[in-house]
């Protein structure tokens, strides 16, 4: 009950960010009224305590209700949803919340169900945008062992196979059906890789895999896009197509204990490389910490240790305990993009690379050691 109502009030903490900051700043008017409206709404908004513990998020309900507009449901709620209602969409109006709470009283079993048995598992394609300049720096000119950790459908394993705009700099496969667009901001330009860097293994590890040849699955991807993002709507779909072709390889397991037997697998003579991108700030610090653990013994096994490429909020970089410093820039919602080389004595070598738009949608490269010349 303690642990309930602890996660009761962190809620509503978050409906409040969601709804000033989070939904606001990204591009969401829709999820920002909504979310004004739960965190003044404990009834409803405590929906998203159905979920398992860590995904008892806004993103919870959110998601639930936008999978069953998108599953066809008819309702007055749908018209204010783009990705349901195309260019016909209603603006944000002071209609907007009374329609969801309706909404949410008509479907509250359908809701639950669904938020207890679904966990928030965004496979968001444009963050490989901000991963792969990382990437590259951890390659040299040697090929890549990837494992992704929190793999969702393990779309984003599928990155050297998509076409990529990277501020000034188009870079991949230019026939791949996947177009991955991310703004450069600032005046430092993050070291776009061309050609890509060659990935000879890869896998993912994630405690629910989603397997995007399942309608239903897919779906649930489909659903944690924003409603105002038709474009995401689209890369995703593309995406999804590309993977239901190639199969990415996604083992069940913990994201962090389960890494080392997956590692296991790559072969020797590739630059193992772990990734993550908004995975671990579902975890506990102390599992934070353990996944350098895991990494330290890991690279003691092969000869050429191994990397971290991880793209988080700066506070749960700041729980890896990787001694990179901070940026200086006081907003939480933004991920930061780092870079740690675990060598086989179990040092480590880390750098903050970047600021990043959660989504993909930017990157502020800060780096002036390993940024691209004009």
């Not at 062992?145 to 076409?163: K, M, P, T, Y």
């Not at 990277?166 to 870079?171: E, K, Q, S």
């Not at 397997?211 to 038709?230: G, M």
């Not at 793209?311 to 939480?332: F, N, Q």
């Amino acid at each position: 009950m303690a642990q309930r109502s602890t996660d009761a009030g962190r809620l509503e903490r978050l409906y409040r960010r969601y709804a000033e900051r989070d939904a606001r700043t990204f591009g969401s008017p829709v999820y920002a009224a909504i979310c004004a409206g739960l965190a003044d709404d404990p009834a409803r908004g405590s929906l998203a305590l159905a979920a398992p513990p860590g995904f008892r998020i806004p993103n919870a309900l959110l998601s639930a209700v936008h999978h069953l507009l998108l599953s066809g449901v008819r309702d007055p709620l749908a018209g204010y949803y783009p990705t349901v209602a195309g260019d016909a969409a209603r603006s944000v109006d002071e209609g907007l919340y009374p329609a969801f709470a309706a909404f949410v009283d008509r479907h509250d079993d359908a809701l639950r169900e669904l938020i207890a048995t679904h966990a928030t598992q965004t496979n968001e394609v444009g963050r490989s945008a901000l991963v792969l300049p990382a990437l590259a720096l951890a390659a040299g000119a040697e090929p890549l062992a990837i494992v992704e950790i929190g793999s969702s459908g393990g779309l984003n394993q599928l990155l050297d196979r998509f076409r990529y705009r990277i501020g000034d700099a188009t870079v991949g496969d230019p026939t791949s059906p996947v177009d991955v667009a991310c703004e450069v901001r600032g005046e430092l330009l993050p070291p776009v890789p061309d050609p890509l860097p060659a990935i000879a293994w890869r896998a993912g590890i994630d405690r629910s895999p989603i397997d995007v040849t399942r309608q239903e699955a897919a779906d649930w991807l489909r659903a944690q896009v924003w409603p105002e993002h038709r474009d995401r709507m689209a890369t995703l779909e593309a995406a999804i197509s590309l993977a239901r072709s190639i199969r990415p390889r996604v083992v069940r397991g913990e994201a962090v204990e389960g890494i080392g037997a997956l590692a296991r697998e790559a072969p020797a003579e590739a630059r193992l490389v772990v990734v993550s991108t908004s995975v671990l700030v579902y975890l506990e610090p102390a599992r934070r910490r353990l996944l350098v653990d895991e990494l330290r013994s890991i690279a003691a096994e092969r000869a050429q240790g191994a990397w971290l490429v991880t793209c988080e909020p700066e506070d749960v970089l700041a729980d890896l305990e990787l001694d990179v410093g901070r940026s200086g820039v006081d907003l939480p919602e933004l991920n930061a993009l780092a870079s740690c080389h675990v060598r086989p004595d179990g040092s480590l070598d880390a750098r903050l690379l970047a600021l990043c738009h959660p989504h993909g949608r930017w990157m502020r490269w800060l780096d002036p050691a390993t940024a691209r010349r004009a």
